[in-house]
């Protein structure tokens, strides 16, 4: 499903529909002057031919009769007061008159189309789209981790209607399109963007604009439109992660010092960026999970669940380790992240 709002004026904006490289103006301009070339070329050839003509009124054919008849006759049938009378001419409005008179109607429907039908179109499939997302995931910025992170849900099993991705690229939504994604082409700094792909409805936010400012400006946005979302985002800079916290995401992510964190660790070890790459892959043979803790599991230690190897709590904003001393009574309204086992397609096996 395609939200496009590039190359399209105020009016259009949030509508489903195909951004076109030729300027409405352009387009216009072009058509006008098609229907006008056609007409004259018509009324050129009837005044050559007007001796295969009569007026029934006063039997003279002049140029203001020619030119009359022109018209009637390519938007129209005519009316029966000037008529063709010998073969050549009936010919000439058989086979040459009857296609322009054709082609100036699809010219007519299609302007009709593009300046009004099409609007009313686009509002009732724009609404349609709108209607259905719910409990969706948004993805700002279709570059290398944004194509990673869609990639990674798609595989975790996530229902593609639920992704909508939002860039200013055309190609980058054409990619994100064919994987069944909604796409929305603007830009997700705009309240108007966000609102349009029903940010209050939505469970999580991905952000990876590809510029730390941009993506901290699009993260401001969405934290005032939706207070309570979940909102990860992507920074290259170390220095903008506090920021970036400030603005509101849930969720810092800094793949240069997560990739240094790799490396550091593979000097200790060959295997820990291996086990590390398993964790967060989505086929491997592990899988760190976080779920809220179950009704049975209240009051356990976490080292008792079932479920997976218990790693963490996070109780309220507080993380404690399976080390700790409150790691030992669950609580209602705790976060567990654990590890469980895989079944190297991307899907946690059920507990033994």
């Known amino acids: 499903m395609r939200i496009d709002k590039a190359n399209a004026p105020s009016a259009m904006a949030g509508f489903l529909r195909r951004r076109s490289s030729m300027p409405m103006w352009m387009d216009l301009t072009w058509r006008v002057l098609l229907l006008f070339g056609l007409i004259s070329l018509v009324l050129l050839l009837h005044w050559i031919g007007r001796d295969g003509l009569k007026d029934n009124l006063d039997n003279q054919i002049s140029f ?23 073969p050549e001419a009936r010919l000439f409005e058989a086979l040459f008159v009857t296609p322009i008179r054709l082609f100036v109607w699809l010219i ?7 300046l009004f039908l099409r609007n009313i179109f686009y509002r009732w499939r724009m609404a349609r ?18 194509q990673e992170a869609v990639h990674e849900l798609l595989a975790r099993g996530t229902d593609p209607r639920e992704i909508v991705v939002i860039d200013g690229s055309e190609k980058a939504l054409e990619l994100a399109e064919a994987h069944g994604c909604n796409v929305l082409c603007g830009d997700s700094t705009r309240d108007k963007t966000l609102k349009d792909v029903a940010i209050h409805r939505a469970r999580s936010m991905i952000v990876s604009a590809g510029r730390d400012d941009t993506s901290i400006l699009i993260t401001l946005t969405a934290r005032h439109l939706a207070p309570r979302l979940p909102i990860s985002i992507v920074v290259r800079n170390e220095d903008n992660e506090v920021p970036a916290r400030q603005a509101g995401a849930t969720t810092v992510i800094n793949p240069v010092s997560f990739a240094g964190l790799l490396l550091a660790g593979s000097t200790t070890g060959e295997h820990i960026a291996d086990y590390m790459a398993d964790l967060a ?4 043979r592990v899988k760190l999970i976080e779920r809220a803790v179950l009704p049975e599991e209240i009051g356990q230690p976490l080292s008792a669940i079932r479920t997976g190897l218990g790693l963490r709590v996070y109780r309220g904003k507080r993380p404690i380790g399976f080390w700790e001393e409150d790691s030992r ?4 309204g705790d976060v567990i992240i654990e590890i469980a086992e895989g079944d190297g397609h991307g899907n946690a096996l059920p507990p033994v």
């Open 64 to 86: 203001i009769d020619v030119l009359y008849f022109t018209t009637v006759t390519v938007t129209t049938v005519g009316y029966g007061d000037i008529v063709p009378i010998t």
């Open 108 to 114: 007519f429907l299609g302007t009709a189309y593009n």
């Open 129 to 146: 789209i709108q209607a259905d997302l719910h409990n969706h995931i948004i993805v700002t910025g279709f570059g290398t981790s944004g």
């Open 281 to 284: 892959a989505s086929g491997g």
């Open 329 to 332: 009574r669950l609580q209602t």
